[in-house]
């Protein structure tokens, strides 16, 4: 978000009006910022700002409603990284049960057959990758990310969703449009109510001769109920880094960063080396 344009930091005297002012703080030094956050006039200003008609027009009163932050970790509050959710496939978090669902629907019907797919999912699901328009026919490479009938049908027809799916000749193929078509997604009242807790989605797919499948998928790879394991890393990294830096390089890096906890200082530096793009035709390793 562009917030950070307009303070005017580097003067001897530093204005906490609530806006525009606090809006530059990114553009401060680091003892300006240590400054400026440690200010109660700031913090206030911060706060009504989240929760006013200005800047965010009331962001936390229109997404979240009013509620309160809780103690940071070092304050006897809880850690979050427990919560922490992977992406086992290379789209946005929204799109991962999609991949999933599609996945499972393939082993039960060959795409060819399938009259009219009908998707029910959450609010966040629905408004952030199945919704618009343009999510039946991306032209970019976000959209196709964000296209919840792109993966849907990609996954269908491939058996998998890999970087390419998000090549320009692919997301544009206009041989897929027809499947897209077929897919209609909207809000189930259900699947809400149990979101963020369970994440789920409602798929009713028809065949061309009138059979239905039902699927309720639940909680992708990678959520907290259902966490990924090493070998469920190690085989997401290898998908996508291997094909830029090699078979050898890959497998050094995985060597490294697997042991990373007990790393030196030395170590620590030399396992981010490995991971340097730039580096790659100057590292020795080869494919």
């Given at each position: 978000m562009p917030l950070v344009t307009e303070m005017g930091l580097a003067q001897p005297s530093?204005?906490?009006a609530p806006y525009p002012s606090w809006k530059g703080a990114f553009n401060a030094t680091p003892d300006e910022l240590k400054q400026l956050y440690g200010s109660r006039e700031f913090r206030e200003a911060f706060r009504q700002e989240l929760r006013g008609p200005g800047l965010f027009h009331g962001l936390w009163d229109l997404i979240t409603g009013p509620f309160e932050l809780p103690a940071l970790p070092t304050q006897g509050g809880p850690y979050c990284s427990a919560e922490t959710r992977l992406k086992y496939w290379p789209v946005?978090?929204?799109?991962?049960?999609p991949v999933w669902a599609a996945l499972e629907l393939r082993t039960q019907v060959d795409w060819r057959e399938l009259a009219?797919?009908?998707i029910g999912t959450y609010t966040f699901c629905y408004t952030e990758i199945g919704s618009e328009p343009e999510k039946w026919d991306p032209k970019?490479?976000?959209t196709a990310d964000h296209s919840l009938p792109y993966l849907f049908a990609k996954t269908l027809?491939?058996?998998?969703?890999?970087?390419a799916a998000f090549e320009e000749l692919a997301y544009r193929d206009p041989a897929l449009r027809p499947l897209m078509a077929k897919i209609h997604v909207a809000l189930d009242k259900e699947v809400d109510s149990i979101y963020p807790k369970i994440i789920s989605m409602k798929i009713?797919?028809?065949?061309?001769?009138?059979?239905?499948i039902e699927l309720w998928p639940r909680d992708p790879l990678g959520h907290v109920r259902h966490p990924m394991k090493d070998e469920d890393v190690t085989a997401k990294f290898v998908r996508t880094v291997e094909p830029l830096l090699g078979n050898?390089?890959?497998?050094?890096?995985?060597?490294r960063w697997w042991s990373i906890p007990q790393a030196s200082p030395s170590e620590l530096a030399a396992a981010l080396r490995l991971m340097d793009l730039h580096a790659a035709e100057n590292s020795g390793f080869h494919s």
């Open positions: 530093i204005s906490f946005e978090y929204n799109g991962q049960l009219d797919i009908k970019t490479r976000e027809v491939d058996g998998t969703i890999t970087l009713t797919a028809t065949t061309t001769d009138g059979r239905r050898s390089r890959t497998s050094a890096i995985l060597q």
